[in-house]
């Protein structure tokens, strides 16, 4: 027999929960929802735009009643609450309907604070909170002309921007001297007002309003001032802030303070009884911004699952604003004390500000005006305390200007892209799939993109664009993933914290991870299935076996597939250096199974494209008995390592490149890797074979080897940071698989090499490939001992019949 869940609030706290609950375990509760207003649940962020005229309210619904139907949810729409009897466990509305339950979700969110002054309950002076006080602003502006709006923070400022748009005259009311105090410094607040007044809105701040005066109507006709002065208003916006709605819970004996108090699994002081939102406490802390309800959400959900593994443990925020064309992001604390350093960037003819704020090397706040594409990117490093030192030069400039050894170009801001631009190369995904997926599917975070769009979901490279995307069509309330982000749907835990738990509690297979980690979910799915298999193989390289079922199309038929189903077979050439007799043989394969297209790749290899899928065994055969291997090409392993001729040839040549690409390549080939990995060695400073752009590269000297980590090209250059300098090609060899290995034994799962330096930090990686010298010869062992369990052909398995039946056409038998 089903439980009895009941929710009060059809908000997007409380509905968020429900979804995810469903996901979870969608039979185990009767679900009754009930909600003051006459709506579905629908997006409240996008009230401004609405207000605006720029959306209508359906489109911004994010569940209609449909949604409740097919999900066997009762909703009670338009009723109010107004009795919670613990005793009976029972809700009793407003006209007399009751409702039983075995647990209680209360998500009765927050509801505008009203100035405690005169004339405040006059005709004309509204809140801005719901549809309802939308729909009273737009019907004001069709009477009346002047509009006052009480506040200069992000609500007040989204409300005048609408009353704008409706053709009114505003004038916005901020008790300080800086607009939007929370969020800005008074740098970045000066810049925003006068912006902000070039488009057309008044201001008149900072002013403490002493009373609002009415006509003998009883409407609105002014605002006094503690100074003594005057402002005209016809209709007036209280937007100074919101409270939480704890009424009920307080009437009801719950625990409450300035919300009501939960726990870190969300459950109040009656354990029957759970709340989301802004009506809540956590800690001491409210919030009033979606991301951290959502974490909200999943915890309870949860929890209410019966699974009781989820943990809330507060959320750093940020916050994204766009208003009449103005980028503003902050996040943190950007006012700093005198523990805290500044780095400052302004330049006011081109309406741009930075701020970042240090504290012990780590940024802990931000502030950015007008050029906001690096918010997101801030962010993750504030969230994730990752240390700055070896970034420091380049850091307010932006993620396109690190790397020592040149700059990318930066990102045109992705607001101006067009809608045709390309976001995600991988998976061809434009601007405008993503921008459609989140409105019309009511997105708001990257995994939700990700789900809809694969945008991000392949190489990752694009990553920051889709959160920038992201954060540019929901608005103010969005704040990317969490500081503790689930390796995936079927767990609660991290990548960190499973790769932890799988070396440290020698979890040698998937099942003892499951088992060990209280896995959802009895088999994983597939975002969970091809980390664990990479983890697995990179601890356990004897131990555990390779496990194809867990291998993207590419990895498991090792060719790549092409955009008409078939395939391109890239065989591996050492160094990129070839001879007549292999060109001879790699001709006659390609004759022989009527390959269309035999093309020079940039990484000095031959693709041979356009291969059936059934055709790739013997394609396979023909090259393994020519004495080939596979390039490797599709996977995420070594793919290349790009040489130029170097001394043997050129006359700028300072060492034997082409030689020493061929060993380090011989040495690496076969590893399997977070992501995909490329390698080049260049004779000389000249750095033809682009060193600098790659995972690890090697630069040519009279005197030796530098060596370089952390580049990739693709849609955002990023240029290699200096390692260190070593004397001769067997140090070259070393630390180049010594920095492979704590590549492979520490970075997560999808995350190419250039984010993880600059997560963990530069510094960190040269203590321990470069300054320590055990660890560092202790890591080649380890990466040695794995390969002599890798570099077995896949090829030639292939070709002698390992997984057959992956390439056995489906045979259509008629009746």
Not at 97 to 103: P, Q, S
Not at 114 to 142: N, S, T, Y
Not at 450 to 466: D, E, F, P
Request: charged letters at 25%; a negative charge.
């Amino acid at each position: 027999m089903k439980e009895r869940l009941v929710v009060i609030g059809n908000g997007m706290a409380g509905i968020r929960t429900v979804e995810e609950l469903l996901k979870l375990e969608p039979e185990k509760y009767d679900i009754t929802v009930f909600g003051d207003e006459p709506y579905g649940n629908y997006n409240r962020i996008m009230l401004s735009p609405v207000l605006a005229s720029e959306k209508t309210i359906d489109d911004i619904m994010l569940n209609t009643e449909d949604w409740y139907a097919e999900n066997g949810i009762t909703l009670h729409k338009g009723k109010k609450v107004v009795r919670i009897d613990r005793a009976a466990s029972k809700v009793i509305a407003e006209d007399g309907t009751e409702a039983e339950y075995d647990r209680l979700l209360i998500a009765t969110g927050s509801k505008p604070f009203m100035l405690p002054i005169p004339g405040v309950d006059l005709d004309g002076v509204i809140g801005f909170r719901d549809i309802q006080d939308v729909e009273a602003m737009i019907e004001a502006a069709k009477k009346y002309r002047k509009a006052v709006v009480i506040g200069g923070g992000l609500l007040g400022l989204e409300a005048a921007n609408g009353l704008m748009k409706q053709g009114m005259d505003v004038t916005v009311v901020h008790l300080m001297d800086t607009l939007m105090e929370r969020q800005l410094d008074a740098p970045a607040g000066k810049l925003l007002r006068k912006s902000l007044e070039e488009r057309g809105m008044k201001f008149h701040m900072p002013a403490q309003t002493e009373e609002i005066i009415g006509d003998e109507n009883g409407h609105v006709k002014e605002l006094k001032f503690t100074d003594g002065s005057h402002l005209e208003a016809e209709l007036v916006v209280m937007a100074v802030g919101i409270k939480p709605n704890i009424e009920l819970a307080q009437e009801a004996g719950l625990h409450c303070e300035r919300g009501i108090v939960v726990s870190d699994t969300m459950q109040t002081f009656d354990p029957k009884i759970y709340a989301v939102g802004e009506c809540v406490q956590h800690r001491g802390v409210t919030y009033g911004l979606v991301a951290p309800l959502f974490e909200q959400a999943k915890v309870c959900a949860n929890h209410l699952a019966g699974y009781g593994i989820a943990r809330y443990e507060g959320s750093v925020t940020s916050t994204m604003l766009k208003v009449t064309g103005i980028d503003l992001f902050s996040a943190g604390d950007f006012h700093g004390d005198e523990n805290t350093e500044e780095m400052l960037f302004q330049d006011a003819a081109s309406g741009v500000y930075k701020k970042l704020v240090i504290r012990d090397n780590r940024i802990v706040g931000v502030v950015l005006y007008g050029d906001t594409i690096d918010g997101t990117w801030y962010f993750q490093l504030l969230r994730d305390e990752t240390d700055i030192s070896d970034m420091r030069d380049h850091l307010l400039f932006g993620q396109a200007h690190l790397g020592d050894s040149g700059h990318g170009d930066l990102q045109s801001h992705v607001a101006a892209m067009p809608d045709d631009a390309e976001i995600c190369g991988c998976n061809g995904v434009c601007k405008k799939d993503i921008v459609d997926a989140i409105v019309e599917k009511k997105l708001f975070t990257l995994e939700d993109v990700r789900a809809h769009t694969k945008a991000s979901s392949s190489c990752g490279s694009c990553t920051g664009l889709v959160e920038a995307l992201l954060a540019e069509t929901v608005g103010g309330d969005y704040s990317d993933a969490p500081k503790k982000k689930p390796l995936c749907g079927c767990t609660d835990h991290t990548h960190d914290e499973v790769r932890e738990a799988i070396r440290d509690r020698k979890l040698t297979n998937m099942k003892q991870v499951f088992e060990a980690l209280n896995w959802k979910t009895e088999d994983g799915c597939h975002v969970c299935r091809p980390a664990l298999n990479y983890y697995l193989l990179a601890f356990w390289p004897k131990e555990y076996h390779d496990d194809p079922a867990s291998r993207f199309i590419n990895e498991r038929v090792h060719a790549n597939i092409q955009k008409d189903g078939t395939y391109s077979v890239v065989p591996r050439i050492w160094g990129g250096v070839t001879t007549p007799e292999e060109l001879r043989k790699i001709a006659e394969v390609a004759e022989k199974h009527e390959i269309p297209t035999v093309k020079f790749t940039g990484g000095s290899r031959i693709d041979m494209l356009g291969v059936p899928k059934e055709k790739l065994p013997g394609v396979w055969k023909d090259l393994s008995e020519a004495g080939f291997v596979s390039g490797g090409a599709y996977g995420k392993c070594l793919r290349t390592v790009k040489t130029c001729v170097g001394s043997e040839w050129c006359r700028f040549g300072t060492q034997a490149s082409m030689g020493l690409g061929i060993k380090i390549e011989k040495a690496t080939w076969g590893s399997w890797m977070p992501h995909k990995f490329k390698l080049a060695v260049s004779g000389c400073p000249r750095n033809c074979a682009e060193a600098t752009i790659k995972d690890f590269g090697v630069v040519c000297v009279d005197s030796g080897y530098e060596l370089h980590v952390g580049g990739n090209g693709g849609i955002k250059v990023r240029a290699t940071d200096f390692l260190c300098k070593v004397d001769t090609e067997e140090e070259a060899i070393e630390y180049c698989c010594a920095f492979i290995q704590l590549y492979r034994e520490e970075a997560r799962y999808l995350e190419r090499t250039a984010p993880w330096i600059e997560r963990v930090g530069l510094s960190y990686v040269k203590e321990r490939v470069v300054d320590d010298e055990a660890n560092r010869k202790a890591l080649y062992d380890r990466f040695m001992e794995s390969q002599k369990y890798v570099q077995d052909d896949p090829w030639k398995k292939l070709a002698e019949g390992e997984q057959a039946h992956e390439f056995t056409p489906i045979k259509v038998v008629s009746a």
